[in-house]
């Protein structure tokens, strides 16, 4: 089965502190690795987007990296702010089909 | 406008009633998609459209869930005889590409419709 995992479920980090967030998948063959931000009550946004020769892109404050032989990502946050608070979700397309892992929950603590 | 708007935001409904969310995607937005999330998990892909066309429902849990676009703008997700399960956010996306396979264009999402069913 086609499965996103993402680790930790849930981070309470300090504002001004980096944080990385791991997204791990068995999506094959894949097309294309997005990750969202997606706050409380809120649609999620997107905020980077990386195709299979890509291993590093950068969003600001936010850099995604991406293996795509060990089929992992990471979401990297540096000096966060109380406004990162929410949930990041990783996607992974196949074909036409999206698979979100569950997100990972992070609080930016003042 | 100028992001996807969905309305109502809030549903609350008694089981065995039915209900019909909408979608008014980004002018110009040929695919729109449909995603139910329930709490504390990622979306699941329901259904989706490109311009009146329903390409792929194949994940509508049942036969009570029934989506539309007629004139390739504006959707709808009807859901008869509503039960307890059904409570989720259901989410709305709209992306300007014309096909899904390997876009790399990134869907636009609503804030999405929180249903309750009691």
């Known amino acids: 089965k086609n499965q996103v995992e993402q680790s930790p479920q849930s981070l309470i980090i300090l504002e001004g502190k980096n944080c990385t967030l791991q997204c791990n998948y068995t999506v094959s063959p894949f097309s294309n690795l997005r990750w969202y931000k997606q706050d409380t009550g809120r649609g999620p946004v997107s905020l980077t987007i990386m195709t299979f020769s890509e291993n590093t892109k950068s969003n600001g404050r936010y850099t995604a990296t991406l293996d795509a032989d060990t089929k992992q990502s990471s979401l990297h946050i540096t000096a966060s702010q109380l406004s990162d608070s929410a949930s990041y979700i990783c996607v992974v397309r196949r074909y036409s089909t999206l698979t979100f892992g569950k997100g990972t929950m992070l609080l930016v603590s003042p | 406008g100028a992001g996807v708007s969905q309305s109502p935001r809030y549903k609350v409904a008694k089981r065995g009633q039915d209900v019909a969310l909408r979608c008014d995607p980004i002018?110009?937005?040929?695919?729109l998609f449909w995603y139910q999330q329930a709490l504390g998990q990622g979306p699941e892909f329901l259904t989706y459209f490109q311009n009146e066309a329903q390409l792929d429902k194949s994940g509508l849990p049942s036969d009570r869930f029934f989506a539309e676009r007629p004139e390739g703008s504006v959707s709808t997700l009807k859901i008869q005889r509503t039960q307890q399960e059904d409570s989720a956010v259901y989410l709305c996306a709209s992306s300007q590409a014309k096909g899904t396979i390997n876009s790399n264009q990134p869907q636009h999402f609503g804030d999405g419709t929180r249903l309750s069913i009691l």
């Open positions: 002018s110009g937005h040929v695919s």
